[in-house]
């Protein structure tokens, strides 16, 4: 079992940046396919930002040119740096990593509160 712990989250002004950090406890990140999600109250949990095994990464529509997926495999840390944040933004975020196919997996993070003040 792998542990994931997302932090980073708080409240900030509209306009304003947040870098939001998913730690691993075991080395799973270089093989793994990583994703940063977020659901807002009363709203299905979306795919914000994922980055591929081989560092490929794909955004969502709403966040693109905002918004930045990385990962540091020396640390098993994967990052979501939010500039320009709207209001829109505000979520509970969770990292998840999965793998599929042999030894798959599918594992969450219980989530960090982002919230965008106007």
């Known amino acids: 079992q792998v542990q994931l712990v997302e932090s980073g989250g708080g409240l900030v002004q509209a306009g304003g940046s947040l870098r939001l950090s998913c730690v691993a406890s075991r080395t799973i990140f270089s093989i793994s396919t990583v994703g940063w999600y977020r659901q807002a109250p009363g709203k299905q949990r979306d795919l914000v930002a994922r980055i591929l095994a081989g560092g490929s990464t794909i955004y969502a529509d709403s966040v693109k040119g905002r918004f930045t997926i990385s990962r540091d495999t020396a640390k098993n840390t994967v990052y979501l740096q939010m500039n320009s944040l709207k209001p829109e933004d505000t979520a509970v975020y969770y990292c998840?990593?999965?793998?599929?196919?042999?030894?798959?997996?599918?594992?969450w993070g219980q989530g960090t509160q982002v919230t965008v003040s106007s």
């Open positions: 998840n990593a999965q793998r599929i196919g042999s030894s798959s997996y599918d594992y």
